[in-house]
């Protein structure tokens, strides 16, 4: 039995008190989530990226950083959307060391 169908089996005798519980845990879980940003090994070495291209965030981070502006990095990078970026900046807030690491390896290479 998969584990779907095991919570889909056990939801049904839980208390709402219980299932909030498992909300809550599932929310906490979840909080690091960033759509539209994936890091998938043997692409762009690991490192998290915009979906649909190989454009590393912390490319996108650098370049704002020295003052891009949003509407250059679009024209710049025509597979990139409005929203790409705002996803590039929330991951990168949340992963401030993360980031700034990844800049300085690519800065030393």
Not at 39 to 63: D, H, K, N
Not at 99 to 108: A, P
Request: hydrophobic share 40%; net charge negative; proline share 6%.
């Amino acid at each position: 039995m998969g584990v779907l169908q095991e919570v889909a089996e056990l939801l049904p005798a839980m208390t709402r008190s219980e299932k909030a519980q498992v909300l809550q845990w599932i929310a906490r879980d979840l909080g690091d989530a960033f759509p539209g940003i994936e890091s998938m090994p043997g692409v762009c070495g690991g490192e998290p990226c915009i979906v649909r291209t190989r454009i590393p965030v912390w490319v996108l981070a650098q370049a704002k950083r020295l003052g891009t502006s949003e509407a250059d990095l679009l024209k710049c990078y025509p597979t990139l959307r409005a929203e790409d970026l705002a996803n590039a900046w929330g991951y990168s807030r949340s992963h401030r060391d993360e980031i700034e690491r990844q800049i300085h390896e690519n800065e030393e290479a």
